[in-house]
């Protein structure tokens, strides 16, 4: 098994204004986190600069939520790749279930945005996949995971995929209180490991850091972490505290 490091990031979603995000960031900065273990916050875009330079020299990442395909154009109300380097972002959420089916994200956008991001940018995606809960009622989860990563990594070579992160996130468990068990949460994992081991290769398959995320808390994280094949978490709700956070980080690590 390849030497994948533990990565947790938060996902603020559309909450904390940018004095919230100041007083996060102070907080957060005098806790002691474990070492080994990688960070990141992924802010609404106005909030992207307080963090960049809060966390800066820290080790601790800081990503976006979202980004449109082109580099420039007529996009009203969109952010661009250029727009995310030139703050100095490390990650960019793409694809979450939340943009899927609120703001008509798909497979075909989520690809573009994927390879705009790895070809002009040194920005890592954390790409999201999940099943809604009707589609694991009928048993078909792995099917429609199976279909997203297909669509969504078309045309990524075994190079690019290899910097890949992704959040295997059960849309039923998403801000529900409802997680994945741990070994639901490994199970799926495992099975996307091996989706890309056969659409790749195993080397590819073994690099990549999977995450699952759905109500993951200081509690039930380290179980769920603790899986071979989940390699951290991304954390909504339970991101917005420091504290709350931080102890999510320890539990993690353990
Ligand atoms: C998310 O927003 O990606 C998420 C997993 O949210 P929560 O942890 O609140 O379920």
Redesign the pocket.
């Known amino acids: 098994m390849a030497d994948r490091v533990k990565f947790i990031a938060g996902?603020w979603?559309m909450f904390k204004d940018i004095e919230g995000a100041k007083e996060f960031a102070d907080a957060f900065l005098k806790l002691n986190r474990p070492a080994g273990i990688k960070v990141a916050v992924c802010a609404p875009f106005l909030q992207l600069t307080t963090l960049v330079d809060a966390f800066a020299g820290t080790g601790i990442g800081v990503g976006a939520q979202n980004v449109h395909f082109e580099d420039s154009g007529a996009f009203t109300g969109e952010i661009a790749v250029p727009m995310l380097k030139e703050v100095g972002v490390d990650y960019c959420?793409i694809g979450?279930?939340?943009r899927r089916e609120y703001f008509g994200e798909t497979d075909e956008t989520v690809n573009k945005k994927l390879k705009k991001l790895f070809n002009t940018s040194d920005i890592i995606p954390i790409l999201?996949v999940g099943e809604k809960l009707d589609e694991r009622e009928a048993g078909v989860q792995q099917d429609i995971v199976s279909a997203q990563l297909e669509k969504d990594l078309a045309g990524l070579d075994a190079d690019t995929v290899k910097e890949l992160v992704i959040?295997y996130?059960p849309i039923w468990?998403?801000?529900?209180?409802k997680?994945a068990t741990p070994d639901q949460a490994q199970e799926m994992c495992a099975f996307i490991r091996g989706k890309l081991a056969s659409m790749y290769d195993q080397a590819t398959a073994d690099a990549v850091i999977i995450q699952y995320?759905?109500?993951?808390?200081p509690g039930n994280a380290k179980d769920i972490i603790g899986k071979p094949d989940i390699d951290g978490?991304?954390?909504?709700?339970?991101?917005l505290d420091p504290e709350g956070f931080t102890s999510l980080i320890a539990a993690a690590a353990e």
């Open positions: 996902n979603k959420i979450h279930s939340e999201c959040a996130e468990a998403i801000g529900t209180g997680t995320g759905g109500s993951v808390k978490a991304l954390v909504g709700g339970a991101s």
